[in-house]
């Protein structure tokens, strides 16, 4: 079945980075996109970047472009999401998706931003 196991999420101050990992298993990874959305309390889950099956093709939401960086090793079945200057409008439950006729999402992690 497909499993989408996401990590990397922890506590950071203002301008700093994290880089979230997503372990993927369960399906061809290298024939999908891949995609991270966020939410937020109190917030409705929003998209925040995808990466198409090659790697070679992705797209931000205009929140984070500049920020964050979306990547991909097929070898290796993880998509990666590198964010830099973090801010605390940033902090969110940080999901790991892909549509494989069915829709699938990772259990979350956590990401906060705070001095």
């Known amino acids: 079945q497909v499993q989408l196991v996401e990590s990397g999420g922890g506590l950071v101050q203002p301008g700093g980075s994290l880089r979230l990992s997503c372990a993927a298993s369960?399906?061809?990874?290298?024939?999908?996109?891949m995609s991270w959305y966020r939410q937020a309390p109190g917030k409705e889950r929003e998209g925040v970047a995808t990466?198409?099956?090659?790697?070679?093709?992705?797209d931000y939401a205009d929140s984070v472009k500049g920020r964050f960086t979306i990547s991909r090793d097929n070898a290796k079945n993880t998509v990666y999401l590198q964010m830099n200057y973090l801010r605390p409008d940033d902090t969110a439950v940080y999901y790991c998706?892909?549509?494989?006729?069915?829709?699938?999402w990772g259990q979350g992690t956590q990401v906060t931003v705070s001095s």
């Open positions: 998706y892909v549509q494989v006729v069915d829709e699938y």
């Open positions: 369960g399906f061809d990874f290298s024939a999908y996109a």
């Open positions: 990466i198409r099956s090659s790697g070679i093709g992705t």
